[in-house]
Each structure stands twice: as C-alpha cells, then as structure tokens.
C-alpha cells in the first residue's frame, strides 16, 4: 500500500484504528525515562522497538526448550524445530511467497543481500555484464555490488533520483538495456522515507531479462508485501525493524534462482552428504543455505513479531503513521531554516531534515537530554545524502506506538535545541 503525504491541520482529535494506549502497554521500554524526561523514540528506521510477547520467547525458549533443530530426536529437539520451522511458514503468509521453501533466514538484510551478491552474482555477472543500482540505497546494497565488481569486471550503473528524491523512472527506462543483469532497489528508502514503485521496476527490469533485488527492510514494518505481485526474484527484510529481535532476517528468493545457486557457506545442516573421495553433496532448499546453528530463539521470536504486526493490521499501522508524518511535517515547516529532505509523493514515516546553523550531531545529542530519541548522521546513505548537498542530516521515524503529543514534545524541544546551538 502506497501512501501519498497530505498536509493536514494538527490532528488534536486523530486516532488510529486500534486502542494505542494498550498497545502502548505492549512495550515495556516506552515506561522508561531518559534524562528525567519520558522517552520519546523516534529512532524506529533504526530500530524498532520490541514488544512483551516478543520478548517472553526468549524466557520460553531458554526455559523450556532449548536445543538444537532438525538433527535431534528427543522431545525438546522436536519441539524447537516445530517453533524454528512453524515461523518459515508464517513468513511465507507475510509476503506471500508461493513455497516455505523460498524462505532463508539470516542475520539480516546485509546479510541477505551478501547472500545473493555472492551466490547469484558470483556465478552470472561478469565483464559485459550492468548491475543497476539506485540512488536511493542504503550502504548494505551497495558496497558488496562493488566488492563483486572490482573482482569480476562488470558494471554498476546508478539510477538518479529528482529533487523531490522519488527515483527518476524516465532514466530508469533509458538505463535498462541487454547488458542488464540485474537491478537492485530499496522498497522504502531509509534515509527519505520515498516508497519505491517496485513492481513497476520489477516488470520494466523482466523486459530486458534482468532480475530484481528488493530491499525490504523499510517496508515490511509499515506496508503489506507481496513478493508475487511485486514479482520480486529476491526480496529481503530484517527482524529489528519490524518489532522484532536483532541479528536475524529473512531472504526470500524464486525457487528456480534458489535452486539453481551455489551454497555460499559451508558447514552442518547444508549438506546432503559429505565424503573425502567423492566430494559433498548438498541439501535442498532452504536448507542449502542455512549453514551452521541459526539463532533459534531469535527466529522463533521473529514469528512472534510477525503474529503482533498481523494482530493490529499492517494497513491500520501504516496509516496511523501517515497522521503522524502529516502532522510532524507540518510542524517543522514552520521552523526557521529548517529544510526536509525527501519530499516525494508517497513516502513511509520518515522525516530527513537539516537546519541553518545547526550541525545535525548537536542537535541529536542536544535533543537526547530532553528525552528525545532521533538519528543523526548520513544514514549509511552518503551517495544520497551528498547528491543533496549535505553529509548529515536528523532522522525522526515513526512507528504504530507513537502518539500526536510526541511530536509536540519532539517540535518543542527541537525548537529549544535549535535556539540553544545557534
């Protein structure tokens, strides 16, 4: 679901569709203070934070169940797996993907984009060959593209965006061409909050015969996803953003592509067989690509970060933060040498902003002692950023447990940080 930001009065009497202060009551972190003040967290493209019925699986699993999956034969064995596999399943029904089958899990989205780079690329890029990429991406969708490319000869092609930071489609189409092997793309840009038309680049991209890599890690969290309709043949997305544990994440990839690669980690649970004389041989998917003990409890955790998302509705989640985009937005623009940054159309709640004077690491560390969490920095997004003509700016990002009086306590104190490093 795309959303198109409209700015509206201050939504004094605006609610969500679901009860926010019980949800509220989901995350024990929101009951902290910082500094004395309450904490404001706006720092959710970062991080989002984790709810109790998230977090009671580690208890549960560390308590009950612990063991190691899929080779055991005894009752705690039996049972981690049904919860380690019973979450491939529910991520299958989140993006609807055809097949558990076409669903690998992984540290991450970095780690799932090195995992295409280094299995897929390394096996069909070569000299000759373009790799698209936009200029939208974070750092972890670009910096392997390169790492491949200075050791393999192929191109790395950017396509540019307007100056509002919606990606330049006219160029998009000029750019695509039969020596297009693949394009890479974010759904939801981390650094601007654009959304990206992705099933229409997946389509322009299959005219040529390339294949499309999404980055899913901004969307997943706001916005339902479909890898069919999208017709992804790769889409990635992490745990951390989507109320869920760090160091795990999901790659998702058509089965002929899956099947067809190589393992890109050696080591147990990979293989089929293994021999001194006549070599190994590897297990099917997914399993071929799931080297080694995974973080059990973390992916088990993951499925429950899932069923929360479901319980209170992706589609009531992303509107809620489009009031909370509108209204902040509006707020902002009201402030003396403010600029934003990524002003597209459609955009997820993410709000990118510079300010006259300001150096966006003082008001970042400033705004903290109020309470306020926001980010600052270039996002791990610095081609972006410096197209723009800056090297940093201030992030404020918003999730389904975030509330209108926040961002009246987030304007007033930036104001009042702004005053004090001027």
């Known amino acids: ?31 902290r203070e910082v500094h004395g003040k309450p904490l404001v967290y706006f720092d959710n493209a970062a ?32 049972e981690a797996t049904a919860a380690f596999e019973g979450t491939r399943e529910t991520v299958r029904a989140f ?20 995992l295409v780079v280094n299995s897929w690329g390394r096996t069909n890029l070569g000299p000759g060959d373009e790799v698209l990429i936009s200029m939208l991406e974070h750092h972890s ?38 020596r297009t092997q ?11 909050g654009t959304i990206n038309p992705v099933a229409e680049i997946a389509t322009l991209a299959h005219e040529v015969g390339a294949k499309i890599l ?25 745990g951390h953003k989507v109320y869920g544990p760090t160091g795990v994440g999901v790659l998702y990839g058509k089965r002929e592509l899956l099947e067809a690669m190589p393992p890109w980690q050696g080591g147990g649970e990979m293989i089929s067989t293994v021999s001194f004389e ?35 509705g992706l589609e009531a989640i992303g509107d809620w933060e489009q009031t909370l985009l509108s209204y902040a937005t509006q707020q902002v623009r009201e402030i003396d040498g403010l600029r934003i940054l990524g002003t597209a159309p459609h ?51 918003f999730a389904a447990y975030n509330t209108v009086e926040e961002i009246d306590t987030f304007v007033a104190s930036l104001k009042r940080v702004i005053d004090m490093v001027r």
């Open 47 to 78: 991080t989002s934070q984790t709810p109790r019925q998230v977090i009671e699986v580690f208890n549960d699993y560390y308590s009950r169940y612990n063991a190691n999956i899929h080779r055991g034969l005894h009752t705690l064995a039996d």
């Open 214 to 238: 999404v980055d899913g890690a901004q969307a997943a969290p706001h916005q339902t996803v479909d890898v069919q309709a999208i017709d992804a043949d790769f889409y990635a997305f992490s």
């Open 347 to 397: 955009k997820a709640g993410v709000l990118s902003f510079v300010v006259d004077g300001a150096h966006s690491q003082d008001i970042g560390l400033l705004i903290d002692q109020l309470g306020v969490a926001i980010r600052t920095g270039h996002h791990c997004a610095q081609p972006l950023l410096h197209h723009f003509g800056v090297d940093a700016t201030c992030r404020a990002s």
């Open 141 to 178: 969708n670009i910096v392997p593209w390169q790492l491949l490319a200075r050791e393999l000869g192929f191109a790395i092609k950017v396509i540019p965006v307007d100056a509002d930071g919606a990606l330049d489609m006219m160029a998009y189409r000029t750019l695509l061409n039969e």
């Open 182 to 192: 693949l394009v890479a793309v974010n759904h939801v840009s981390n650094a601007l």
């Open 1 to 31: 679901m795309s959303h198109t930001v409209d700015i509206a009065p201050a939504p004094s009497a605006a609610e969500p569709a679901f009860d926010l202060n019980a949800l509220r009551e989901d995350f024990p972190v929101l009951r």
């Open 95 to 114: 993006i609807n993907a055809e097949d558990s089958r076409q669903i690998i899990f992984t540290r991450g989205t970095t780690e799932a984009i090195n």
């Open 278 to 312: 006549a070599g190994t041989t590897f297990a099917a998917i997914p399993h071929k690509f799931e080297a080694g003990t995974p973080a059990i409890a973390d992916v088990i955790a993951l499925g429950r970060a899932l069923d929360w998302v479901q319980g209170v």
